[in-house]
C-alpha cells in the first residue's frame, strides 16, 4: 500500500459490511467537499491503513465487531495510536454494550452508525 498525501481531511471508516461503510463514505463526502475517505473491511486492513496513513489521518470510524459475531476491534484504538493517530476514534455498532466497550478502549461515544457519520461530520466540520 503506497501512502497517498490527501488534499483535505483524510477518514478512515473500519466497517465489514460494505452497505454500511458505503452509505458512510457517501454521507462523509456529500457533506465535506475536502474529505477522502478510505474504507477497511478487517482487522488486518485496517492495521495496514494505520500503518501506512495513521498520523495523516483526521478521524476514524471503527466497528465493534469486524466479521465477528462478537467484539474484536478494541485493539484498533492502540494501534491506532501507536502509529501517531491522535484524532478522534468514534465508535460505531449497532448494540450500546459494544458501544461501551469502543468507549472504554479510547473512542468516542456514538448511539448507533447512523449517528457515528452524523458525529464525524460536526468533528470534521471543526477540523481546520
Known sequence: MEEKMPNGKLVL???DDER??????E??????????????????????????????L?????????QSSGPNSMPLIA??????????IIASSS????VQQLINAGALAAED??????????LLANKK
Open 20 to 25: 454500511v461503510s458505503l452509505a458512510q463514505k
Open 58 to 66: 483526521s478521524l476514524i470510524i471503527l466497528d465493534a465487531c469486524l
Open 79 to 88: 494501534e491506532a495510536r501507536k502509529y501517531g493517530f491522535n484524532g478522534p
Open 13 to 15: 471508516i473500519i466497517e
Open 95 to 98: 448494540l450500546p454494550l459494544y
Open 113 to 122: 452508525k447512523s449517528d457515528a457519520v452524523k458525529m464525524a461530520v460536526k
Open 27 to 56: 454521507y462523509l463526502e456529500s457533506e465535506h467537499k475536502d474529505v477522502e475517505v478510505m474504507v477497511a473491511d478487517n482487522i488486518d486492513n485496517a492495521k495496514e491503513h494505520l500503518r501506512v496513513y495513521g498520523r495523516g
